[in-house]
């Protein structure tokens, strides 16, 4: 038996949360995870709407087959020029 496929939203922890007309997009650094806005969120949501996510290669994503480092190797030569 096959395991339903997960949806981007839910395989990035994608959330939005706040009140607003403008929206905030909060993006963590390589190695972090969303936890990283605990500290301010509470004072950003009074304001905007603030979307969070985790990035597939971060910590916080739990699933292996997301995302492969080796799938950028054929950027790389496209970096070093």
Same mark, same amino acid.
């Given at each position: 038996?096959?395991?339903?496929?997960?949806?981007?939203?839910?395989?990035?922890?994608?959330?939005?949360?706040?009140?607003?007309?403008?929206?905030?997009? &909060?993006?963590? =650094?390589?190695?972090? #995870?969303?936890? %990283?806005? $605990?500290?301010?969120?509470?004072?950003?949501?009074?304001?905007?709407?603030?979307?969070?996510?985790?990035? &597939?290669?971060? =910590?916080?994503?739990? #699933?292996?087959? %997301?995302? $492969?480092?080796?799938?950028?190797?054929?950027?790389?030569?496209?970096?070093?020029?």
């Amino acid at each position: 038996m096959s395991k339903p496929e997960m949806s981007l939203q839910a395989a990035m922890n994608a959330r939005i949360i706040g009140s607003g007309s403008e929206t905030m997009v &909060l993006a963590h =650094g390589f190695g972090g #995870d969303q936890s %990283l806005w $605990d500290k301010i969120l509470p004072y950003l949501t009074k304001h905007y709407q603030v979307l969070l996510f985790d990035w &597939l290669f971060s =910590g916080a994503v739990n #699933d292996p087959n %997301l995302y $492969d480092p080796l799938d950028t190797l054929p950027l790389m030569p496209s970096l070093m020029t």
